[in-house]
């Protein structure tokens, strides 16, 4: 029939741009190119779908299209700083569909009796992967909007307990595979996958949570494989592959720039023991004005600029773009030394620094402007903490310790830029604050940079 021609086709060219689309996007200058990729791929499954034969009413989709909509636009209006939580949401979105349909067809197959061990296993597989991807993207938005506790909250015995409850949800479903019409089970595999999903997320902590974000995308990518076997779709089962893959990779990644394996991620409870543990003894820190800040970057030779979350926060990457314009301007080598997971998400500050048109060209990766910073006269560091703490290379005992960082400290003169002396994400101090050749200029970035950038232009400068 030409209608399912029509309806294969479009889930082959939908498949190959959602590769191109992942391709596009691991590059800043196509990642426009990529976005719009992915949106016509999109377009394309779901127009294939639409021209499926079988379908045989529009009436809900169309209203799930109107409702998808309707909840999809102002979520997409969220501020950047918010984006983890919202991504968050989507995928809870994506565990509930995936759970949802499972159910549905498990109820539909077994009162038809199509239920064979092969459909009841690939629904399982979906059913304990959507609901747990959905109430543990709720848990983990809801921990980085901080409406729960942050906090790990363990008890003895956690790990057991919460591996035991998805052990009998595995066991649970084994029993299904083997006896279908046991239909009690099904239920059973339901409340656990969705108690799983809450009880995994408690013990971590907030600041873990992208890269939590980023397994359970991975968890709903994988729920949407075994939901493309299901319905027999192959569009569901590679973009579900591409999505199970990608953020399996994208959270190693997250993991190897902290230092830290996925089991510390998962059940090490970070950011718990820390707080006022070994306070370090608090050393006269330099502070400084921002007509300081700008007579020393007026007179260096080669600048680099290192962002971080207080950047985010703050939004200042427009005054960090002007301070860029009037250096470069004067004829100073400005570079900026951009940290894998500065921020709260991976890319965060590239996708600030580009917003504010900061040129491509100008951003450097971490090892690279590491080699670079024993010869760079000054530092400025714009609400960055942790990823220029030095003790994560020579302190043993601290919960950063082997993380790699950006040199800062290395260089000629430190300027750092944060409200208060209060620490970062990891809750530790960072010595580089009282370093002899840091100078502290506090204040919010935004405002603190904006003179800077008076003081650079308007003749406060040199
Ligand atoms: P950070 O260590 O969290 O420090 C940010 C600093 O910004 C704070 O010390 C804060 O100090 C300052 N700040 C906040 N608001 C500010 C404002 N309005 N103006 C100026 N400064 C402000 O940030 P980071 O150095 O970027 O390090 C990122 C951390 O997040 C790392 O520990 C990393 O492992 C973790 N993390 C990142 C990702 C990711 O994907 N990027 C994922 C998971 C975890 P004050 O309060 O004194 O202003």
Redesign the pocket.
């Known amino acids: 029939m030409i209608a399912e021609h029509l309806t294969q086709a479009s889930y082959l060219a939908a498949a190959a741009l959602f590769i191109l689309s992942l391709r596009w996007l691991s590059n800043p200058k196509t990642a426009r190119r990529g976005v719009a990729a992915g949106v016509a791929g999109m377009t394309a499954a779901i127009a294939g779908t639409l021209l499926h034969p079988d379908i045989v009413s529009f009436k809900w989709i169309a209203v799930a299209i109107v409702v998808g909509t309707a909840i999809g636009i102002p979520l997409s209006r969220v501020p950047l700083t918010a984006v983890?939580q919202r991504t968050a949401l989507s995928h809870a979105f994506g565990g509930l569909a995936a759970g949802l349909v499972g159910t549905a067809k498990y109820m539909l197959w077994l009162q038809d009796g199509q239920l064979t061990a092969f459909r009841t296993a690939a629904i399982a597989v979906e059913v304990i992967l959507g609901y747990l991807t959905f109430t543990g993207s709720l848990m983990a938005a809801g921990k980085l909007q901080e409406i729960i506790p942050t906090r790990p909250i363990t008890y003895p015995g956690q790990n057991v307990v919460n591996l035991g409850l998805l052990a009998i949800a595995v066991l649970s479903s084994v029993v299904l595979v083997v006896r279908p019409d046991l239909w009690q089970f099904f239920p059973v595999v339901i409340v656990l996958s969705l108690a799983f999903g809450v009880l995994l997320i408690v013990p971590i902590g907030g600041?873990?949570?992208?890269?939590v974000i980023?397994l359970l995308n991975a968890y709903a990518g994988l729920s949407a494989v075994a939901m493309g076997f299901v319905l027999e779709n192959k569009v569901l089962i590679t973009a579900g592959a591409l999505d199970g893959s990608s953020g399996f990779i994208l959270s190693v990644i997250?993991c190897r720039?902290?230092n830290?394996s996925f089991t510390n991620v998962l059940f090490g409870a970070f950011g718990q023991v820390q707080a006022g543990g070994s306070a370090a003894e608090a050393k006269a820190v330099k502070s400084g004005t921002p007509q300081d800040a700008a007579d020393l970057l007026g007179n260096a030779e080669k600048v680099v600029i290192?962002?971080?979350?207080?950047?985010?926060?703050?939004q200042?990457q427009h005054r960090v773009r002007e301070i860029y314009d009037a250096l470069t301007k004067q004829g100073i080598d400005v570079k900026f030394a951009i940290?894998?997971?500065?921020?709260?998400?991976?890319?965060?500050?590239n996708v600030l620094l580009a917003e504010a048109e900061v040129p491509y060209e100008a951003l450097v990766e971490m090892d690279e402007i590491n080699r670079d910073l024993p010869q760079t006269d000054v530092v400025l560091v714009?609400?960055?903490?942790?990823?220029?703490?030095p003790a994560a290379r020579h302190d043993t005992k601290s919960p950063?310790y082997g993380?790699p960082i950006i040199d800062a400290d290395r260089a000629k003169f430190v300027i750092a830029?944060?409200?208060?002396?209060?620490?970062?994400?990891?809750g530790i101090d960072?010595e580089l604050y009282s370093a002899d050749n840091t100078l502290m200029i506090?204040?919010?970035?935004?405002?603190?940079l904006g003179e800077v950038v008076k003081a650079l232009t308007g003749g406060g400068g040199h």
């Open positions: 983890p600041a873990d949570m992208p890269t980023s997250m720039a902290m830290r290192v962002p971080g979350y207080g950047m985010a926060v703050s200042a940290h894998p997971v500065a921020g709260r998400m991976p890319g965060h500050m714009v609400g960055a903490n942790d990823v220029v703490n950063i993380m830029n944060k409200r208060s002396m209060n620490p970062g994400f990891a960072n506090f204040g919010d970035a935004k405002t603190v």
